[in-house]
């Protein structure tokens, strides 16, 4: 009875204390220079941010994929700096609360999709300051398994966004290899047919010097 007490009243705190911090996901297809923006509600909440490259408008690029992400504060100093990345996933802790800034770049000639999102762990609980003995570590808890439901949900977002990019790949070399197979196949009966040719040139050229 006790047990089951402790685990209604566990699902109850779950409702009412955790943050509803939903994993916030965008796609966008970017040319140059693409900046997003997340308002930071508390000082020292831990970030999740993961991208990755679906696809380049090229049915033929495939030697240099990747974008650059720099990532900066509300006070305009730089947290992060990827260069030339097809996909990445980190976290870092919000030493300030405010607009935290991820600006996109990309150097090739190519139009680029990329996945991106990001995810702030907040626990309401930390800022009630309750200090009852019988509750914390209940309250302890609830918090790691808050955290550990988002990271699931942050995690599937990004290996549905791998295995998708992964199938572009797959779809494309298959497009390539079939494109490469059809353009063999018809250099082999261009020079089959240049071979006959030739010969019956030559036969023809070899009767007429015969005949006189």
Not at 15 to 27: D, E, K, Q, T
Not at 71 to 86: A, E, F, L, M
Not at 173 to 185: C, I
Request: proline fraction near 2%.
């Amino acid at each position: 009875m006790k047990i089951g007490f402790l685990v209604f009243v566990a699902v109850a705190l779950l409702a009412f204390l955790c943050s509803p911090n939903a994993v916030y996901g965008i796609r966008f297809v970017i040319d140059r220079e693409e900046c997003f923006s997340h308002d930071v509600k508390y000082e020292g909440d831990t970030i999740h941010v993961s991208f990755v490259v679906i696809k380049a408008d090229s049915t033929w690029h495939n030697s240099h994929e990747g974008v650059d992400l720099v990532v900066k504060g509300p006070t305009g100093d730089q947290i992060q700096d990827y260069r030339d990345k097809i996909s990445e996933k980190f976290e870092f802790v919000a030493h300030q609360k405010g607009i935290h800034h991820f600006c996109f770049s990309n150097k090739s000639p190519y139009y680029e999709t990329v996945d991106f999102d990001v995810h702030e762990s907040h626990f309401t609980y930390y800022d009630q300051h309750a200090k009852d003995e019988h509750f914390n570590p209940l309250l302890e808890q609830i918090s790691k398994l808050e955290e550990a439901l988002y990271n699931i949900q942050f995690e599937q977002h990004w290996l549905e966004a791998q295995t998708e990019r992964q199938a572009i790949v797959n779809e494309a070399m298959s497009k390539r290899a079939v494109h490469k197979a059809f353009y063999e196949s018809a250099a082999l009966i261009g020079a089959s047919v240049l071979q006959v040719y030739l010969l019956r040139r030559l036969f023809e050229r070899k009767l007429g010097m015969s005949r006189v």
